[in-house]
């Protein structure tokens, strides 16, 4: 890491050999460290999450027979991620995104306090 790259802050969920395949999880690490480095991604590798909350996204790791996501927010001081989870449908499950609001909603206001 540079002095310019963003941290890590994980506030739910881990990326690790299991459940990730270890080529799953080098994607998911370098797809990560292209964020703290600041680069802007998109599809296929990224996609806004609006209903999470204002600059939210998801990271779409393809794994050998699964599909993994992790929910992140760009910060101006960091990376926060809200969440990790194996995709099963084609629509994200309402009890992840409730949980990273409330993850999200919970770390904003431990910032502020």
Known sequence: MTGADK??????GEVKTPPLSAKARLEAGFLLR????????????????????????????????????IVYRID??????????EKRTQKTPQRVIGSA?????RFDEDCKG
């Open 7 to 12: 941290p890590l802050l994980w506030l739910s």
């Open 101 to 105: 609001k409330k993850r999200l909603a």
């Open 34 to 69: 292209q964020l703290q480095a600041g680069q802007s991604l998109g599809m296929p590798h990224s996609r806004p999450m609006p209903s999470i909350g204002t600059g939210c996204h998801e990271l779409r790791i393809k794994d050998a027979n699964r599909d993994w996501r």
């Open 76 to 85: 101006d001081d960091a990376i926060v991620i809200a969440e990790v989870f």
